[in-house]
C-alpha cells in the first residue's frame, strides 16, 4: 500500500490526525508525506522502528508570515456568514498570539502557544554545536465561537509577538530563531442546515499590520508606542483598506496538537511599595521576586507621549542601584519602555509577549507603577506544611515561590530572568517535590513530550534543556529526566500511560549512557560539550568527581528501565536491564570504593549518600556519613548531593541529623538563603548569581514524606494506600500537613504532650486508605 493510500486510511479513521509505527527504512518517504518523529528510534523482532505522527488540522490552512523586521503584528481575518448553527475554531500562531473574534478575546491564557522545539533548524553552529535528529511539535487551539459569530460580516483578529520562535536578540551560544512570525487557522462554521464550511487562514482573506508593540524581546523587553493604538482595530467595522497582504510559507515540518494543559494565566497581583525616589527615578519593591507583568499609568492621562521606563533587579547594591549580576542582567538587561497616550487610556499598559522577573523596579519619566500582574503556569497547590520552625516554613513557602515563578508553557525553568531554560536537571531533581506540592499532571505531562522531542531519535543523547535553547548539564543528573520524570509521575499519579508512552526514550537513553562509558564508567557527553556531574556546591567547587554521579545515574536508571519492563511485561528486557545495572555497580564499586574505610571517594561532597541510596557500602559507610555530617553541621554538596544526603539519612532513620542539617544556620545553608531578606530559594549557597532557582527545593519533598511521614504503602504508586509514620526528630514539636491528591486529602497533625510524648492525629478521606506508623 502506498503512503498516500495509507494517508486516507487513516484520515477515515481520525479526521484530526494519525499515529503509525513504520519501518525506520521509510522514514524519509514519510516525511517526504507530512509525517513527523514522535521519539527515539527502537527495535521490535530484529526490526528498527520508529513512531510517526501526522495532523490533518490545518491541510487547508495556508502558513500566513509577516515582514521579519516587525517582531509583533496586527492580523485580521474577514468574512460573511448566514445563519451558524455551530463554529469551531482551531488556531495557532508563531511566537506568542492573542486572539479575537468581532473585537471579544476568544480565551485569558497568555503566552500561547507554549515553547517547544517547533521545527527543524541548524544548530551546528551554535557555541556547542548539536547534530542531533530532534522530534518536533506545535500546539494548537480549539474553541467553539459559536456565540462570538454574527449574521454578516465577521473578522478574527490575532495580536502576534516574536516569542521564543521568532525572538532574534538571544546572543546567549549564538542560538538561532526558528523563523519569523507565523498565523494558521481553521473555522469550520455549521449552517442551520447542517453544511459544514471551512474559512482558513489565506492571503486572500486576511491582511495585517505592524503592532503597537514596536519591538519586543524575550530577554531584553518590550517597547510599546501606545500612538500606534486603535481600540477598534480588531472590530468588524474597523477600515483595513490600507493594510497590508501576507506571504505565505510551507507549512513546518512538525506535528499541530492539541493543547491538553493551561495556557498561562494572571495568577494574582501584587501592589508595589515605593522605596524612594532620586534624580527622576522611581524605586519600587514588590516584596518578592515574582514573575509576570508590571502596568504602569501616566501620571497625566490627558498628555500625549508620556515615556516611562522601567527597569528590573533583585538584589540592591549599597547604593541603592542593581546587582545585574543576580539577574542577568550583565549581559542582557531586560527593559521595558511604554510611550503612552490617551488614546489607549483603555487599556492596561504592560508588556504582551514576554514576562519579566525581579523583586525591584526602577521606573523612569511621568508615570507609576500601579502593580504587578502574576502571569505563569496556573499549578494548583495541593501540598501544605507549617510547623514550629522558621527556618521548615520559610523553606517551604520560598519553594513554593520559587518553583510558581519557574513555570511559563508548562516548562519548570531554572531561572525566571537570565536564561528561564527548561533545564532537565533541575526539572528532575524538583519533580518528585513539585508533585507533592501541586497538581502536576497536565503540566508535566507536556514537559515530558519536550523531553522527547529534544532526545537524538538515533543515538538516546538528552538535551540539558527541553524544550532545547542551548545550556549546559551533564549526561547524568540532565540527560536522565528521561527516565525519572516518567518514572516519579508514575510514583505519584499510578498513570502506566506514561511509562507507555516513555519506555523507548528510556531505553534509547540508557543505550547512550552505554556508548559513553570508558572503562565501564560513564566518562564524557557529547564531543566538545558539557559533562557535569553535580553543580553549585559551596563556592561552586565541585569536587565530587563526574564520572562518579554520572555512573550514579546511569545504574539508578537502569534500574528504573528494569521495573518499567516488568511493569509492561517486557520480562526479557528487564533481565538485560538487571544485568547492566549489575555489571556497571560492580566497576562502580571497585572504582570508587576504599575497602579501608568503608567509604567512596573519600565521602567527599555526599558520595557516600549516592552509594547507599544505590544499595552499596556496608556498615561503616552508613556511619561515615552520619558522623562526618553530624560532625560539619552544614551541607557540603552540590545538588543532587543535597537532595541525596537529606533522603539517606531519613532512610537511615537519622531524622534528627536531616533536620538540623535543614535548619543549621551556617553559611551553607536554607536559613542564610533566609537572612538574605528573600522568599525565593538561590541557585548558590552563597547567593553570588540567581536568587530564584528551585532547585535546592527538592528538598521539599521529604516534608511530606519523612517529617511528616505520608508514604506510599509498601511503595505502591499512588495514593490510595499510605502510611502514616512521621520521623523521629525531638527538637520539632509540632506541625500541620495536608496532602490533596487524585484519590482524596489527607491531614496530618504532630503535637508533643507537656511530658514530651508525641501525639499524631490524621484524617483522610475519599479513596484513601491509610495505615498508621507511629498513632
Request: aromatic share 12%; net charge negative.
Amino acid at each position: 500500500m502506498d503512503i498516500e493510500t495509507i494517508i486516507n486510511e487513516l484520515k477515515k479513521q481520525d479526521p484530526r490526525e494519525a499515529h503509525i509505527t513504520a519501518p525506520l527504512a521509510l522514514l524519509h518517504e514519510y516525511e517526504q508525506a507530512g509525517f513527523s518523529t514522535d521519539g527515539a528510534v527502537f527495535e521490535e523482532n530484529g526490526e528498527r522502528l520508529v513512531n510517526l505522527q501526522k495532523s490533518f488540522v490545518f491541510d487547508n490552512a495556508e502558513a500566513l508570515v509577516f515582514d521579519p523586521q516587525d517582531p509583533a503584528v496586527l492580523t485580521r481575518s474577514a468574512f460573511r456568514i448566514q445563519g451558524c448553527a455551530h463554529a469551531v475554531l482551531r488556531i495557532t500562531a508563531l511566537g506568542y498570539f492573542i486572539a479575537y473574534l468581532n473585537g471579544k478575546r476568544i480565551t485569558d491564557g497568555e503566552l500561547m502557544p507554549p515553547k517547544t522545539d517547533y521545527e527543524p533548524r541548524d544548530l551546528t553552529n551554535v557555541n556547542f554545536p548539536i547534530f542531533d535528529t530532534l522530534s518536533h511539535r506545535i500546539y494548537y487551539y480549539e474553541y467553539d465561537v459559536t456565540s462570538l459569530l454574527r449574521n454578516g460580516y465577521n473578522a478574527l483578529c490575532a495580536h502576534i509577538g516574536a516569542g521564543w520562535y521568532a525572538d532574534a536578540k538571544n546572543p546567549a551560544e549564538r542560538m538561532p530563531k526558528w523563523g519569523n512570525n507565523m498565523l494558521l487557522f481553521s473555522l469550520l462554521i455549521t449552517d442551520t442546515n447542517g453544511k459544514v464550511t471551512e474559512i482558513s487562514s489565506s492571503p486572500s482573506n486576511t491582511v495585517w499590520q505592524k503592532s503597537w508593540v514596536r519591538d519586543t524581546s524575550l530577554y531584553y523587553g518590550e517597547y510599546h508606542d501606545y500612538t500606534f493604538y486603535d481600540a477598534a482595530w480588531n472590530t468588524p467595522e474597523y477600515d483595513d483598506s490600507e493594510w497590508k497582504r501576507p506571504n505565505t510559507r510551507p507549512a513546518p515540518q512538525s506535528f499541530f496538537q492539541l493543547a491538553d494543559f493551561p495556557a498561562d494565566a494572571a495568577c494574582g497581583e501584587i501592589i508595589p511599595k515605593e522605596i524612594h525616589r532620586r534624580d527622576g527615578h522611581v524605586l519600587y519593591d514588590l516584596g518578592e521576586i515574582a514573575s509576570g507583568w508590571p502596568v504602569v499609568e501616566s501620571n497625566d492621562k490627558n498628555r500625549p507621549n508620556v515615556r516611562i521606563i522601567l527597569r528590573f533587579g533583585d538584589v540592591l547594591n549599597e547604593d541603592g542601584s542593581f546587582a545585574l549580576r543576580h539577574t542577568g542582567g550583565d549581559w542582557r538587561e531586560q527593559t521595558d519602555c511604554f510611550l503612552l497616550s490617551p488614546a489607549a487610556n483603555d487599556i492596561s499598559a504592560h508588556p504582551l509577549f514576554t514576562w519579566n522577573a525581579s523583586r525591584y523596579m526602577e521606573l523612569t519619566g511621568n508615570g507609576r507603577l500601579v502593580k504587578f500582574i502574576k502571569v505563569h503556569t496556573p499549578l494548583k497547590q495541593t501540598g501544605f506544611f507549617e510547623s514550629d520552625n522558621e527556618t521548615l516554613n520559610w523553606l517551604f513557602k520560598a519553594y513554593v515561590n520559587t518553583q510558581t515563578a519557574n513555570f511559563h508553557g508548562c516548562i519548570p525553568s531554572d531561572c525566571p530572568h537570565r536564561e528561564r531554560l527548561g533545564y532537565t536537571g533541575d526539572g528532575q531533581l524538583c519533580s518528585a517535590a513539585a508533585m507533592r506540592v501541586f497538581d502536576m499532571r497536565a503540566a508535566y505531562r507536556k514537559w515530558m513530550r519536550d523531553i522527547r522531542d529534544c532526545q537524538d531519535i538515533y543515538n538516546g543523547h538528552v538535551q540539558h534543556t527541553a524544550p532545547f535553547y542551548g545550556g549546559g548539564g551533564g549526561p547524568g543528573g540532565w540527560g536522565g529526566a528521561a527516565v525519572i520524570v516518567p518514572w516519579r509521575y508514575y510514583e505519584a499519579y499510578n498513570d502506566l500511560t506514561v511509562l507507555r508512552e516513555s519506555y523507548h526514550s528510556m531505553q534509547a537513553y540508557i543505550r547512550y549512557m552505554m556508548d559513553h562509558c570508558e572503562n565501564g564508567l560513564v566518562t564524557h557527553g557529547e564531543k566538545g560539550g558539557w559533562c557535569l556531574g553535580d553543580w553549585c556546591p559551596p563556592n561552586n567547587d565541585v569536587q565530587i568527581p563526574a564520572p562518579f554521579v554520572n555512573t550514579y545515574f546511569l545504574i539508578k536508571c537502569a534500574d528504573i528501565v528494569k521495573k518499567t519492563s516488568l511493569l509492561l511485561n517486557r520480562k526479557e528486557e528487564a533481565a538485560y536491564y538487571d544485568i547492566l545495572a549489575k555489571s556497571v555497580t560492580s566497576v562502580f564499586v571497585r572504582t570508587y570504593y576504599d575497602e579501608d574505610i568503608g567509604s567512596f571517594c573519600g565521602g567527599i561532597q555526599g558520595a557516600d549518600a549516592f552509594a547507599i541510596d544505590l544499595g552499596l557500602g556496608d556498615e561503616r559507610t552508613r556511619r561515615n556519613l552520619i558522623n562526618k555530617y553530624s560532625a560539619l553541621g552544614e551541607f557540603d554538596t552540590g545538588i543532587f548531593g543535597t537532595d541525596l544526603l537529606i533522603r539517606t539519612l531519613f532512610q537511615l532513620n537519622e531524622g534528627s541529623l536531616a533536620f538540623r542539617l535543614l535548619t543549621n544556620e551556617s553559611e551553607n545553608s536554607f536559613y542564610n538563603m533566609k537572612r538574605g531578606d528573600t522568599n525565593t530559594l538561590w541557585e548558590n549557597w552563597d547567593g553570588c548569581d540567581s536568587r530564584c532557582h528551585p532547585m535546592f527545593g527538592a528538598v521539599v519533598e521529604y516534608l511530606f514524606s519523612e517529617i511528616a511521614g505520608i508514604k506510599r504503602y509498601n511503595g505502591a504508586p499512588g495514593y490510595g494506600d499510605i502510611e502514616i509514620r512521621p520521623a523521629d526528630i525531638p527538637e520539632l514539636k509540632e506541625l500541620h500537613c495536608t496532602f490533596r491528591v487524585p484519590e482524596g486529602f489527607v491531614s496530618v497533625d504532630v503535637t508533643t504532650s507537656p511530658d514530651g510524648e508525641k501525639i499524631v492525629r490524621y484524617t483522610a478521606d475519599g479513596e484513601i486508605t491509610v495505615h498508621c506508623g507511629n498513632e
